[in-house]
């Protein structure tokens, strides 16, 4: 389905230029004559892209540049000025605009700065599966991923199996300014322990029995760009001395050498077990935790996000009946209402796993109840007890209810939120996380 495109200008031919110019490769555009209409039908219809006029009644292009930088920072916005105001529609850009056009504007370049900004907003089909979504939770994750992109400090990405923390790694690699160089993953579980050492620093040739050859390690085969350390957790004790000093120092030395080598590379690591937790009982290395925890991103598991699992469900349709060689199946309204009930355990990959199995079983061209895993078509929603007045229940009743009406009195920004409500930005996530609020 083609994006959804807003057009906010007061100039009724211009606006209607804009419509047709957009409406013919199949955009889906609404329009507003002025900032204030144009903000409502935003909160309403959340769009991709929004083109705006810079001069308007009510709210001008400054004023709506403001809106969307509280309220809908990930949604870019592109702004439409007169030739006499080009240096106002600059002094914007750096207030968080994507770009600007003067009029008289050109069709192709309209055409050109939308097909862009979708393009930033938009994960590739074949790598970005866990980013798509509209939800709170995913905005505020690829907001995490493009801050933590431009710095070389090292990442920590936790969450459940399914996730997606792969491809968030690989998210963070593409953002950052080392993306031209490679992208090496280690997957530390599945190598053998006494292969480790030598996965990760290479060897000299000779240095053991079987290293009939030099062998260069991922460090140094990642120099420039991007080291994956996925499941860091399984890491052995013994090996994490050597893989401290490696990302402090950012040199190594592979087994059997003695000279060791500079490398530049950004650590990103991945784990979904409790590292806090095997610090406290010495499994994992309090330093080492400390240096691979620099930055840190959590990915919220699918039943927290639930508002994003129609959208998934349709990329998914659409991309393994085609691998298939058939077409996308028609979602049916009560296969997805228990593709909603369901808490996904397995999270997004479960749900990959659910969509390509009914491709390759279906034989209609309608994605059904009939065709879902008995588990998943018997489950029901999961109900709170009802709490008694006064009771330990009812203040966390009401706890909740309070959060849930700040969070959506601010559109779900969750700074306004925290500050409407007089606590911290963590406390809010905490509380967010514990009740397990989600954007309804």
Known sequence: ??????????????????????????????????????????????????????????????????????????????????????DTA?????????????????????????????RITTPPADGGASMIGRSAAIQELRRQIAMVAQTDSSVLITGESGTGKELAARAVHDAYRGREAPFIRVNCPAIPKDLLESELFGHRRGAFTGAVEARTGAFVAADGGTLF?????????????KLLHAV?????????????QKIQVKIVAATNRDLEAMV???????????????LRIEIPPLRRRKEDIEILTRHFLQERCARCGKAPLQLDSDALGCLLTYDWPGNVRELCNVVERACLQNEGDLFSKAVLPTKITT???????????????????RERALIQRALEQCYWNQSQAALQLGISRNTLRYRIKKYGITKA
């Open 1 to 86: 389905m083609k994006a959804k495109i807003l057009i906010l200008e007061d100039e009724a031919r211009m606006r209607r230029i804009l419509e047709l110019v957009l409406q013919e490769p199949g955009y889906r555009v609404r329009s507003a004559n002025d900032g204030l209409r144009g903000t409502t039908i935003w909160k309403e219809w959340q769009p991709d892209v929004v083109l705006s006029d810079l001069k308007m009644p009510k709210m001008d292009g400054m004023a709506i540049l403001q809106f969307r930088n509280t309220y809908f920072p990930q949604t870019p916005v592109i702004l439409i000025t007169a030739f006499g105001t080009v």
């Open 90 to 118: 600059v002094a914007a850009m750096k207030g968080g605009a994507f770009d600007y056009l003067t009029k008289p504007v050109n069709n192709d370049l309209v055409l050109d700065l939308v097909a862009q900004a979708l």
């Open 229 to 241: 350390l996925d499941e860091i957790g399984d890491l052995p004790l013994a090996l994490q001395p």
């Open 248 to 260: 402090e120092q950012k040199l190594v030395t592979p087994v059997g050498g003695t000279d060791p």
């Open 280 to 294: 406290t009982t010495g499994e994992f290395r309090q330093d080492l935790f400390y240096r691979v925890n620099t």
């Open 379 to 397: 489950a029901t929603a999961a109900s709170e007890p009802s709490p008694e007045k006064g009771s330990s229940l009812d203040l966390v009743a």
